[in-house]
Structure formats: C-alpha cells, structure tokens
Nanobody
Framework: QVLLVESGGGLVQAGGSLRLSCLAS????????MGWYRQAPGKQRELVAT???????NYVDSLKGRFTISRDNAKNTVYLQMNTLKPEDTAVYYC???????????WGQGTQVTVSS
C-alpha cells in the first residue's frame, strides 16, 4: 500500500507563488511515475504534470513555464512549484502515484489552492 500526503496549499494573491509537496510512504518500490492533478469548482479533474523516477517530465501546454514539477527520490517527495498564479488556478490539487506493475494509481487527499484577484 502507498500513502500520499499533500501539503503547501493556501490562499495567495494573483501573481504570487506556492510550492506543493507530496510525501509518499509505504510500499513505493514499484512506483515509477508520479503526478499532480487539479479539480476546480464545477469542473472535472485534470492533469497538471507528471514525472518519472528518472526525472522525465510532462506538462499541460498551457501551464508549462509557470509550473514546474520535480522530485527528490531520497526523500520520497514530489514537488509542484507554481509561479505567477492566476485566479483560474484555484482548485484542489491532488498528488498521484502510478504502479506500473499492475497499472494502479494511488491518490492523495488533496490540498486547496485559492488565488484571489
């Protein structure tokens, strides 16, 4: 079993920055990729960015350049640096981990990010 705990969310003004963290614990040896997703009020959950164990990254085109995903394998932690935040970025941000051996995704409980105008 894998447990994911997000932190770092909060309330910021437009143009500000936040850094989200996702700490993974449990049986994580078979987790080869992790990612961040978000769900805005009244909308479906959407992909933000992913990162593999060897640090290959993918981003939604509209966010590339403002958001940066990274990981520290020694700390079992994935980060999402969010800069130049906009009110449209307001959402609950979720961390996810992929077990490639069984095609199973683990999910964190989410952390709220609110950007005021």
């Amino acid at each position: 079993q894998v447990l994911l705990v997000e932190s770092g969310g909060g309330l910021v003004q437009a143009g500000g920055s936040l850094r989200l963290s996702c700490l993974a614990s449990g049986t994580i040896a078979r987790i080869n990729a992790m990612g961040w997703y978000r769900q805005a009020p009244g909308k479906q959950r959407e992909l933000v960015a992913t990162i593999t164990k060897d640090h290959n990254t993918n981003y939604v085109d509209s966010l590339k350049g403002r958001f940066t995903i990274s990981r520290d394998n020694a700390k079992n932690t994935v980060y999402l640096q969010m800069n130049t935040l906009k009110p449209e970025d307001t959402a609950v941000y979720y961390c996810a981990a992929h077990d490639w051996t069984i095609g199973y995704d683990y999910w964190g409980q989410g952390t709220q990010v609110t950007v005021s105008s």
